[in-house]
């Protein structure tokens, strides 16, 4: 484990954020992370990224079997060896732990001292799916360390709620969408389609067919396996460029091919507000429920055509006849994602919970979102 660290009292950064990122390099973890990224560059928020080691694990392994044999979280931290990495000297307003699913709280436990100088704890777990709420691992785990817990996800809050003391809310994904603007100055879409991550079969073949016959680009996926990624940051911008540069967006919900994780729950999915916030034409499948009208309350944010890939070509056909509708459809994405997505508002819900107001670096931020956002739609109503 790296040398412990000092922070030093005359930095004073009001919130510590505790990152996976130090150990998770998967691609899909890059949008969490930009949201880290925000907070430490308007928030002057401090990051702390353990990297756990086979000590961390076995530590953690001791705090499991101590819990469930006692049933007392103080009793298993007080066996269980957790090395420590960061010894904090001085307060925080909050200490907001970022994770991927809920089985990664023991980061916590690299920190000396935060029971002491973390006014409020706070966790925003973006992963989480039914079959989890089944598991005994989930009542091991020490979720009394947080005064509040957001979930990422809408099908779970309800069922975690009624398993565990501190409330949970649902906090819905967001983009930095500064960075997947194209406005306000919008590049040539010389992609056609793009699909990015998961695909159904049926339209995949369907594009590839269109793209060997015809002067027709689709960009996809041609890897296997876990994508992973050594600069988060880097792939950020490239998704948002490859993005921004895409006529069309193959968008599902999330994790549409593994129902076996998920439990059959369909929720939204990040691509939404990736291909959104850039002003592709989104193709695909929302999720069912009333979350994704209730996120996306706008015309046309998604033009649904069915997974076989039947349709898809000839809706893209139809659609091209259209190129006023196309840029009114464009249009719109860009501007609400800019007035309702963005990880600003997210973050703005989160703090209020705790009373805590947002920078004034993170204030001016939704100002000028909202600027662009009614610039960008004022071109519509001409």
Request: net charge negative; hydrophobic share 40%.
């Amino acid at each position: 484990m790296p040398t412990s660290s000092i922070v030093e009292a005359d930095k004073s950064p009001r919130i510590l954020v505790i990152s996976v990122r130090g150990f998770r390099f998967q691609a899909a973890n890059c949008c969490i992370y930009e949201l880290e990224d925000l907070l430490t560059n308007l928030e002057s928020a401090q990051l702390h990224a353990p990297i756990p080691d086979r000590g961390f694990d076995i530590a953690r392994k001791i705090y499991r079997g101590a819990k469930y044999i006692s049933g007392s979280d103080n009793l298993a931290l007080n066996v269980a060896p957790f090395p420590q990495e960061l010894v904090l000297e001085h307060e925080y307003d909050l200490l907001f732990a970022v994770l991927d699913n809920p089985w990664q709280f023991h980061l916590l436990e690299s920190i000396k001292g935060w029971r002491d100088k973390c006014r409020h704890t706070a966790c925003f777990i973006t992963e989480m799916w039914q079959p989890d709420l089944k598991s005994t691992r989930l009542f091991k785990e020490p979720w009394s360390s947080f005064d509040h817990i957001f979930l990422g996800v809408t099908e779970c809050v309800a069922g975690l709620n009624e398993l565990i003391k501190p409330p949970v809310t649902y906090v819905p994904p967001a983009v930095d969408t500064l960075r997947f603007s194209p406005y306000p100055n919008p590049p040539q879409r010389l992609i056609d389609v793009s699909c990015v991550g998961r695909r159904p079969t049926g339209i995949h073949d369907a594009l590839v067919k269109r793209a060997e016959q015809d002067n027709f680009f689709y960009y996809h996926d041609t890897l296997r396996g876990k994508l992973e990624i050594g600069n988060p940051r880097e792939h950020r911008i490239l998704l948002a460029n490859l993005f921004q540069r895409s006529r069309y967006n193959i968008t599902n919900y999330a994790k549409f091919n593994s129902t076996e994780e998920t439990g059959g729950t369909q929720e939204i999915g990040y691509r939404f507000f990736e291909g959104a916030a850039a002003g592709t034409v989104m193709l695909g499948l929302p999720p069912a429920g009333d979350a994704f009208p209730r996120y996306f309350d706008w015309e046309d944010p998604i033009i649904e055509v069915d997974l076989s890939g039947a349709d898809v070509v000839d809706a893209i056909a139809e659609l091209d006849t259209q190129p006023e509708r196309l840029e009114q459809i464009s249009r719109r994405n860009v501007a609400n994602c800019l007035l309702k997505h963005d990880w600003s508002y997210r973050w703005r819900d989160m703090l209020a919970t705790f009373d805590l107001k947002p920078s004034p670096e993170m204030i001016k931020r939704e100002q000028y979102l909202h600027e662009l956002a009614h610039s960008i739609l004022s071109e519509i109503d001409k």
